[in-house]
């Protein structure tokens, strides 16, 4: 739970009292030891084997959990280990309704992975809760849905969806918040059950750790993450765990620095002339900018927009800037472009991918943290020369 009454004080704080420590240090340990004495046999204190609990884990685990003003909080090696982890609670037989443009490791997985248990999954467009309401059968235990959806930026009205999962027993609602953060939005406080993050992106900042998380108010829904985090055994390890909690401490300050660098990006977007069209839910022309106004605190740094021409213009632009890297992934102090069609979304089948709007010439940009004037500049001189190819 939030224990301070801002953000970044818990950031800093949250779970690393160093009082708590013989040693005083007032940065956490990184323990990497994978057992633990024992006084008694079969009586071990705090923890006895690693892969069920780690101090360095802890530290993360208890600051994740007040970052999301959750009850508990668990972290696994990798956002797609926490999907995973989660989904160990259904049995064959089972169903899921999801968002259509769910993220495409978690379809993968759904497809591909839990169709073998005869698992199956229903993608509808969540940003109308009746369809979720329609697409929900007695079979239903998951709802599934992403805090902002990728790469169109579809903000979904999670209080809307968390009354339409409520009304059915036994089902519960699943929140990617990966793309928002618990900066901007906390989904346990409008009703969502499990919190999930790629906290490879965010979260840690620094495009340098994979970690996966997972927070719940639920004890009952706690005590079955903890025993799959034990019994499968997709665990970070505690220098990733350092590392996260160390990238946790400037959350609020990166995600400041995020949104209005975006919106800065978003704003000279519109202006251009090789842009057809740009997505950023901060701005009035998203489709689902009144959602995002009323639920989140801000809009968060993931820009998506639509150039001029076809996809050798885009070719064209993406190798023509100086500051934004072309690479897949988000949520690093460093600016990204991606090209949806051809990179993280070229799996979706091409009239999917027509249906969901994800056309060969949109980009998405993750804005980083450079200086807002030159990532204008940067796009600026590299539309200019992708017009021209
Ligand atoms: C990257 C990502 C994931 C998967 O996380 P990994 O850490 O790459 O396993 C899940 N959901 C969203 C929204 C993501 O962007």
Not at 132 to 150: G, Q
Not at 159 to 181: E, G, P, R, S
Request: negative net charge; aromatic residues 8%.
């Amino acid at each position: 739970m939030a224990t301070f009454p801002h953000f970044g004080t818990d950031a800093i704080h949250a779970g690393q009292d160093c009082k708590q420590w013989k040693s005083k240090a007032v940065i956490p340990g990184i323990f990497l030891s994978t057992t633990y004495q024992q006084d008694v046999p079969g009586q071990p204190d705090l923890y006895e084997y690693t892969r069920g609990g780690n101090p360095t884990r802890t530290v993360l685990q208890s600051c994740v959990a007040a970052l999301e003003n959750a009850k508990h909080g668990l972290v696994a090696a990798s956002g797609l280990a926490a999907t995973s982890m989660v989904l160990q609670m259904l049995s064959a037989g089972d169903h899921i309704v999801s968002v259509n443009d769910v993220y495409g490791g978690t379809n993968r997985f759904f497809r591909k992975v839990l169709s073998k248990y005869n698992i199956e999954c229903s993608l509808v467009d969540a940003t109308n809760a009746e369809n979720v309401e329609k697409a929900i059968t007695d079979k239903t235990k998951v709802v599934w849905v992403e805090s902002s959806t990728n790469p169109t930026l579809q903000c979904i009205d999670i209080q809307a969806v968390a009354n339409t999962v409520h009304k059915h027993k036994d089902v519960i609602l699943v929140v990617d918040n990966t793309f928002m953060t618990p900066y901007f939005l906390r989904p346990l406080d409008l009703g969502a059950d499990v919190v999930l993050h790629s906290a490879t992106k965010y979260l840690n900042g620094h495009t340098d750790v994979l970690m996966g998380v997972l927070c719940t108010n639920s004890d009952s829904i706690a005590d079955k993450l903890t025993f799959y985090q034990y019994a499968v055994g997709a665990v970070p390890s505690p220098f990733d765990c350092y590392m996260v909690n160390r990238g946790l401490k400037t959350l609020h300050v990166r995600m400041r620095m995020h949104q209005e660098n975006a919106m800065a990006v978003a704003k000279f977007l519109e202006t251009s002339p090789h842009v057809v069209k740009v997505l950023y839910p901060g701005l009035p022309s998203h489709p689902t900018h009144e959602v995002a106004k009323r639920q989140c605190k801000g809009y968060s740094g993931m820009v998506s927009f639509v150039l001029k021409g076809d996809l050798s213009n885009v070719t064209k632009f993406s190798q023509s800037t100086k500051v934004f890297i072309l690479a897949e992934s988000l949520g690093g102090y460093e600016s990204l472009i991606d090209v949806p069609s051809v990179m993280t979304h070229a799996s979706v089948p091409a009239e999917e991918r027509e249906q969901l709007g994800i056309k060969d010439t949109l980009v998405r940009l993750s804005v980083g943290l450079e200086e807002c004037g030159d990532l204008v500049e940067d796009l600026r001189q590299a539309l200019e020369a992708a017009s021209s190819a």
